[in-house]
Every structure is written in structure tokens, then in C-alpha cells.
């Protein structure tokens, strides 16, 4: 095995030409908040996720924080009201529903692709039920028809937390384009990495409109641009002027600056390289590690359904392989792990809703022990990979010999 120097990453930056030439316009604009590249970039990913309408914000979180209140407003739901949401996500998805003083209700994951699993739905459905917040986890959808069938029956909105995935389709359909609301982030490590960021996108337009006035301190819809200023009707410019000011609920400054939206608009036009790499890589993955099968789980792609690798996820089958002994493995070889969402036992979570969250979602528990991630992203080489599946013989070629050594001692005994 080659040693690397080189760290493995869960992520990856490339500011490519395209990107340095899109970030220097902006400079030499001197436009800085909203503008051109805000909005070709919002429109495109909308449009690349089969929705109208996009809103560029500062992070995946805010994203999803007034797509919440949009919902909340616009169906008038009351606080205390519930959203289902899976017991396996990264702590954003049920902060923002208490951030709205609303309830989550988490269900339990499918074991074998790790998102909400739809059967687990229809139990936890309540008169106070709103919303299921669908998250596709590691770039992967969930499993839509049977969650839409039920939404529709139960009368429920449906928001989708897709920051972990984009340009992936579930039956032809992109993931984005399902729910009333779909939020992505742009955060580091993620598909398109813009540092901070993060999109609503939504094909309503009214709830289009709620979420740039949440985004903008609850302005009224009618002045959202320096922009809409330069106009040559006196009458229009006579009511901009008079709705400038005119801040209608109570929104957030959750606004982000042109240069996010420059390398964003440069990495989806860019994507159709980079999409197809995660696979390629994905692939290279899936076939070096599949002599370790009988240890680990490996990624398992939903019938129907695209991945896009944001992530390679892994989950360890057998109890006596500790994680902390195969990630520090990994780690001290300079290859990046990440646990897989640690949500049901963490403290804050415990304090809101008991000690035994954890163990009333028996798969997201398991996955959460014994699960861990670890880069796909198009930036590793095929030397990378081989690296990579080579640390893993390591380990187990070690853990076997451990085995047999202390099977010799039992039989000694
Ligand atoms: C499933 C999920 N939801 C929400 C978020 C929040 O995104 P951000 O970090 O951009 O706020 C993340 C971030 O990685 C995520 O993985």
C-alpha cells in the first residue's frame, strides 16, 4: 500500500477558471448583495430540479427555516402543530421546525438506504399533523411515491430537505421538484459548494414570494432589488418607493452576496463533469470494498431512484468491528470519516424529548453506532480510491488475523 500525504477528504474545493472569471466580474462590478449572478443562479438550479422559482440564501438552515414559515403562514398553522420528520438527518432538519414553535415527530429510517422510511409514516400521523419533511441523505432520494401517495391522503404539505442531494431523480422526477418547498445547501462539502448557502426552490409562486419577504426581513414582495428601482413608469416607481419600507411579518436577514452566487452558477454550469465522476468513483468503491461485505453495508441504490454521492456512506455489520476502531484506522491514514448523524442521542435532543429518544428508533440508533461516511467527491484520483480500498484490506487483513489468533488461544485453553 502506498502511504498518502495527501488527506482523503469528505469534501473538496476547485475554483475552476470558469468560477475566477465569474468572481472577477463581480469585483469589477461592484455589485456585492442581490444581482445578476443571485439571480441566474437561483433560476438554473430551479430549473435543474424541475421547479420555477429559487431563493438564494446564506446557508442550507435558513433555507429550510422559512420554508417552514411560508408553510406555516400560508396554511395558518398553529404553534405546537407537528411535522414528521426521520430520526436519522443532520440536527438542521427538527431545529428549524422548533425554530417555527412547531413540534417534530420523528420516524424511523430504511435500513438499507437510510432515508424516512414511508411505512413508519402513517403511525405517527396525528390531528395535528401538518407536514412530512422528506430528507435525502448522502444524495440519494427517498423513497417518493408511497410518501406522496400518503401526503396526499392525509391532506399534509411536504417539504423536502435535499441539502445532502442534488441533480439525483426518483422515477424521472428530480428530487426538488416533490414537495411544496425543497431546500439545498451550498455548504462546504456539498455538491455545489459555495462556502455558505443555501436555496428554497418551489414552483407556487405565492410561496415563492413568501420566501424572498422572509429572506429579506418580511419586506413586501413588491422591492427585493436595487434593481427594481431603475424603472421609467412614474407610477410603479411612485409605489416601489412607497413599499420600500413597507415590512409586512416578521421576517429574517438571511440574504447571501454575489460572490457565493458566482461560484455556484460556475459549478452547475459544470456539473454534468462532476455528477458522472461521484458515480465513477462511487463505483470504484462499491466494487474494492465488496470483499468486505460480510463486515460492512455498502451503499445500495433504491430501484428507480439516481444517487448522486454526495457522500459514501458505510454501516458495520458486524458488533464486534467498533467504528471508532475502523474510522481511527482510517484517520490516522489521512482518510476523512464523518459518523452518520448522530441526531437521537444528543444531548439538546434528550433534554426536548427524553432520555429514550434514541431507543424508540431501533435502525436510526443502529446506523448512528455503527455507520460513517467517507469522501466520493469528483476531486480524488484513481490513486486516491486505490489508497483508499487498500487501508481497508489493512484493517481487515489485521482483524482477521486478530480473529484467528484468538480462536488459536481459545482452542490452547
Ligand atoms: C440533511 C441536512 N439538512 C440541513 C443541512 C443544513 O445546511 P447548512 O449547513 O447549509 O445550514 C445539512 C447540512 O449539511 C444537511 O446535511
Given at each position: 500500500?502506498?502511504?498518502?500525504?495527501?488527506?482523503?477528504g469528505v469534501?473538496s474545493?476547485?475554483i475552476?477558471k470558469r468560477a475566477?472569471k465569474?468572481?472577477?466580474?463581480?469585483?469589477?462590478?461592484?455589485r456585492?448583495?442581490y444581482?445578476?449572478f443571485?439571480e441566474r443562479?437561483e433560476?438554473?438550479l430551479a430549473?435543474a430540479?424541475?421547479s420555477?422559482?429559487?431563493?438564494?440564501v446564506n446557508?442550507?438552515?435558513s433555507?429550510l427555516?422559512?420554508a417552514?414559515?411560508?408553510l406555516?403562514?400560508?396554511y395558518?398553522w398553529?404553534?405546537?402543530d407537528?411535522i414528521?420528520?426521520?430520526?436519522?438527518?443532520?440536527?438542521a432538519?427538527?431545529n428549524?421546525?422548533l425554530?417555527?414553535?412547531?413540534?417534530?415527530?420523528?420516524v424511523d429510517?430504511d435500513?438499507?438506504?437510510?432515508n424516512i422510511?414511508?411505512?413508519?409514516?402513517?403511525?405517527a400521523?396525528?390531528p395535528?399533523?401538518k407536514a412530512?419533511?422528506?430528507?435525502?441523505?448522502f444524495?440519494?432520494p427517498a423513497d417518493?411515491?408511497?410518501l406522496?401517495?400518503?401526503?396526499k391522503r392525509?391532506?399534509?404539505?411536504?417539504?423536502?430537505?435535499?441539502?445532502e442531494t442534488m441533480?439525483a431523480?426518483?422515477?424521472?422526477k428530480s428530487?426538488?421538484s416533490?414537495?411544496?418547498?425543497?431546500?439545498?445547501?451550498?455548504y462546504?462539502?456539498?455538491?455545489?459548494?459555495t462556502?455558505v448557502?443555501?436555496l428554497a426552490?418551489?414552483?407556487?409562486r405565492?410561496?415563492?414570494v413568501?420566501?424572498r419577504s422572509l429572506a429579506?426581513h418580511?419586506r413586501?414582495a413588491?422591492?427585493f432589488?436595487?434593481?427594481?428601482?431603475?424603472?421609467?413608469d412614474?407610477?410603479?416607481?411612485?409605489?416601489?418607493?412607497e413599499?420600500r419600507f413597507?415590512?409586512?411579518?416578521?421576517?429574517?436577514?438571511y440574504?447571501a452576496?454575489?460572490?457565493e452566487a458566482?461560484?455556484g452558477?460556475a459549478?452547475?454550469e459544470?456539473?454534468d463533469?462532476?455528477i458522472?465522476k461521484r458515480?465513477?468513483?462511487?463505483?470504484v468503491?462499491?466494487q474494492g470494498l465488496q470483499?468486505w461485505?460480510?463486515y460492512?453495508q455498502?451503499?445500495?441504490?433504491?430501484?428507480?431512484a439516481?444517487?448522486?454521492f454526495m457522500?459514501?456512506?458505510?454501516v458495520?455489520k458486524?458488533p464486534s468491528?467498533?467504528?471508532?476502531e475502523?474510522?481511527?484506522?482510517?484517520?490516522?491514514?489521512?482518510?476523512?470519516?464523518r459518523?452518520?448523524l448522530p441526531?437521537?442521542n444528543?444531548?439538546?435532543?434528550?433534554k426536548?424529548?427524553?432520555?429514550?429518544l434514541?431507543?424508540?428508533?431501533?435502525?436510526?440508533?443502529?446506523?448512528?453506532q455503527?455507520?460513517f461516511?467517507?469522501?466520493c467527491?469528483p476531486e480524488?484520483?484513481?490513486?486516491?480510491l486505490q489508497?483508499v480500498?487498500?487501508?481497508?484490506d489493512?484493517?481487515?487483513?489485521q482483524?482477521n488475523?486478530?480473529?484467528r489468533?484468538?480462536?488459536?488461544r481459545e482452542i490452547?485453553?
Amino acid at each position: 500500500m502506498i502511504p498518502s500525504n495527501k488527506q482523503i477528504g469528505v469534501g473538496s474545493v476547485k475554483i475552476s477558471k470558469r468560477a475566477k472569471k465569474y468572481l472577477h466580474e463581480v469585483i469589477r462590478s461592484n455589485r456585492l448583495s442581490y444581482g445578476p449572478f443571485s439571480e441566474r443562479f437561483e433560476q438554473a438550479l430551479a430549473q435543474a430540479h424541475d421547479s420555477s422559482y429559487g431563493v438564494f440564501v446564506n446557508s442550507g438552515t435558513s433555507a429550510l427555516q422559512i420554508a417552514v414559515a411560508a408553510l406555516k403562514e400560508r396554511y395558518q398553522w398553529n404553534d405546537g402543530d407537528e411535522i414528521i420528520v426521520p430520526a436519522l438527518t443532520f440536527v438542521a432538519s427538527s431545529n428549524v421546525i422548533l425554530k417555527n414553535n412547531l413540534t417534530p415527530v420523528f420516524v424511523d429510517v430504511d435500513a438499507r438506504h437510510y432515508n424516512i422510511d414511508p411505512h413508519t409514516i402513517e403511525g405517527a400521523i396525528t390531528p395535528k399533523t401538518k407536514a412530512i419533511m422528506v430528507v435525502h441523505l448522502f444524495g440519494q432520494p427517498a423513497d417518493m411515491d408511497p410518501l406522496m401517495a400518503l401526503a396526499k391522503r392525509h391532506n399534509l404539505r411536504v417539504i423536502e430537505d435535499s441539502c445532502e442531494t442534488m441533480f439525483a431523480r426518483y422515477k424521472g422526477k428530480s428530487v426538488g421538484s416533490f414537495g411544496d418547498i425543497s431546500c439545498f445547501s451550498t455548504y462546504a462539502c456539498h455538491i455545489i459548494c459555495t462556502g455558505v448557502g443555501g436555496l428554497a426552490v418551489t414552483s407556487n409562486r405565492e410561496l415563492a414570494v413568501l420566501l424572498r419577504s422572509l429572506a429579506n426581513h418580511g419586506r413586501d414582495a413588491i422591492y427585493f432589488s436595487m434593481d427594481h428601482d431603475a424603472t421609467d413608469d412614474p407610477q410603479k416607481l411612485k409605489m416601489i418607493m412607497e413599499k420600500r419600507f413597507s415590512f409586512i411579518r416578521l421576517g429574517y436577514s438571511y440574504r447571501a452576496t454575489e460572490m457565493e452566487a458566482a461560484l455556484g452558477l460556475a459549478q452547475l454550469e459544470e456539473i454534468d463533469k462532476n455528477i458522472p465522476k461521484r458515480r465513477k468513483n462511487a463505483q470504484v468503491l462499491l466494487q474494492g470494498l465488496q470483499k468486505w461485505e460480510q463486515y460492512l453495508q455498502l451503499p445500495a441504490l433504491l430501484p428507480g431512484a439516481e444517487h448522486s454521492f454526495m457522500m459514501f456512506p458505510l454501516v458495520i455489520k458486524t458488533p464486534s468491528i467498533k467504528k471508532q476502531e475502523l474510522t481511527f484506522f482510517l484517520e490516522q491514514r489521512n482518510i476523512e470519516t464523518r459518523d452518520m448523524l448522530p441526531l437521537t442521542n444528543q444531548p439538546y435532543k434528550k433534554k426536548l424529548f427524553g432520555e429514550e429518544l434514541e431507543e424508540r428508533f431501533p435502525i436510526a440508533k443502529y446506523i448512528n453506532q455503527h455507520g460513517f461516511y467517507i469522501g466520493c467527491h469528483p476531486e480524488l484520483t484513481r490513486r486516491d480510491l486505490q489508497y483508499v480500498l487498500g487501508v481497508f484490506d489493512a484493517f481487515f487483513a489485521q482483524y482477521n488475523q486478530q480473529k484467528r489468533e484468538y480462536s488459536a488461544r481459545e482452542i490452547v485453553i
